[in-house]
Nanobody, 127 residues
Framework: QVQLVESGGGSVPTGGSLTLSCTLS????????MAWFRQAPGLEREFVAA????????YYADSVKGRFTMSRDNNKSEVYLNLNTLNPEDTAVYYC????????????????????WGQGTQVTVSS
């Protein structure tokens, strides 16, 4: 069983920055493909970014490309999401997700591709 715990959320003004962390524990964590999703009030959960288990490829939603950076440190069993140039539309609960399966490039952005999920961390951006 894999457990995911997110941290680093908070409240920032427009233009601010945050760094989210997700710590993995459990069985064979280092070979999991990882992703960040977010869910704003009243909206569906949406893809933000994903990273291959070895960090070789990273994928971003168009809405965050150039502003957010995802990375991982398999030695620490952690993944990170650096959020820069934040705006109120980025306000959401951010979730970390993991899956040990072989995922195609297209499937990395799908909610249904991920078996393990964290509890989420709130990011609030004020105008």
């Amino acid at each position: 069983q894999v457990q995911l715990v997110e941290s680093g959320g908070g409240s920032v003004p427009t233009g601010g920055s945050l760094t989210l962390s997700c710590t993995l524990s459990g069985h064979t964590t280092s070979r999991h493909n990882m992703a960040w999703f977010r869910q704003a009030p009243g909206l569906e959960r949406e893809f933000v970014a994903a990273i291959r288990w070895n960090g070789a490829r990273i994928y971003y939603a168009d809405s965050v490309k150039g502003r957010f950076t995802m990375s991982r440190d398999n030695n620490k069993s952690e993944v990170y999401l650096n959020l820069n140039t934040l705006n109120p539309e980025d306000t959401a609960v951010y979730y970390c997700a993991a899956d040990p399966g072989i995922l195609s490039d297209d499937s990395l952005s799908r909610i249904t591709s991920y078996y393990y999920w964290g509890q989420g961390t709130q990011v609030t951006v004020s105008s």
